[in-house]
T-cell receptor
Framework: GAGVSQSPRYKVAKRGQDVALRCDPI?????LFWYQQALGQGPEFLTY????????KSGLPSDRFFAERPEGSVSTLKIQRTQQEDSAVYLC????????????FGPGTRLTVL | SQKIEQNSEALNIQEGKTATLTCNYT??????LQWYRQDPGRGPVFLLL?????KEKRKERLKVTFDTTLKQSLFHITASQPADSATYLC????????????FGRGTSLIVHP
């Protein structure tokens, strides 16, 4: 079956622009995670959803970052007034149930802020 | 400070040899540890999960050990192949039982034919 998909794969934004990154998790997966990965680093946790509920947003670096999953499937990560330090790969992952499980990652969206 | 340490230097080995990657952590008592593989331009792919009460776990050519006294996990790939070349990430829960893993920076493995 289809894996986790993300769009766009690449995004170039001018500093100050707003961007929206989309994640389509595996159908039926309850848990959804967003991570930020800088070059040469591991993924860093941003936020976690269980169905439509955002249970943890402790990793969001500022109030310019906002995530939603209104119907418990597709999720959108929005970054307002982008800054150069927001340049990174944004990864989405889903897992089939709550708890300690294998995460299935999407290919990521590479965001470059000029 | 709390850390997850993976060797930042690439590991270069010859095809057919066993690759051993290390994940050390400090100040945590994780309930589990995971290993992922990441290829350039792709998201991580789950390989193995080992829980705190397990010493060793195997899957095909892969073996993971988990020493909670040494605060270390070793990841072995036996009979390595050039196709095993990738970055390998360890991830563990830093709060004991959390289902949100914290990732190390990964170690690059290069298997030479």
């Amino acid at each position: 079956g289809a894996g986790v998909s993300q769009s766009p794969r690449y995004k170039v934004a001018k500093r100050g622009q707003d961007v929206a990154l989309r994640c389509d998790p595996i159908s039926g997966h309850v848990s959804l995670f967003w991570y930020q990965q800088a070059l040469g680093q591991g993924p860093e946790f941003l936020t976690y959803f269980q169905n439509e509920a955002q249970l943890d947003k402790s990793g969001l670096p500022s109030d310019r970052f906002f995530a939603e999953r209104p119907e418990g499937s597709v999720s959108t990560l929005k970054i307002q007034r982008t800054q150069q330090e927001d340049s990174a790969v944004y990864l989405c992952a889903s897992s089939s149930r709550q708890g300690i499980n294998e995460q299935f990652f999407g290919p990521g969206t590479r965001l470059t802020v000029l | 400070s709390q850390k997850i340490e993976q060797n930042s230097e690439a590991l270069n080995i010859q095809e057919g040899k066993t690759a051993t990657l290390t994940c050390n952590y400090t100040n945590y008592s994780p309930a589990y540890l995971q290993w992922y593989r990441q290829d350039p331009g792709r998201g991580p792919v789950f390989l193995l999960l080992i829980r705190e009460n397990e010493k060793e776990k195997r899957k095909e050519r892969l073996k993971v050990t988990f020493d909670t006294t040494l605060k270390q996990s070793l990841f072995h790939i036996t009979a390595s192949q050039p196709a095993d070349s990738a970055t390998y990430l360890c991830a563990l829960d830093i709060t004991g039982g959390s289902y949100i893993p914290t990732f190390g920076r990964g170690t690059s493995l290069i298997v030479h034919p």
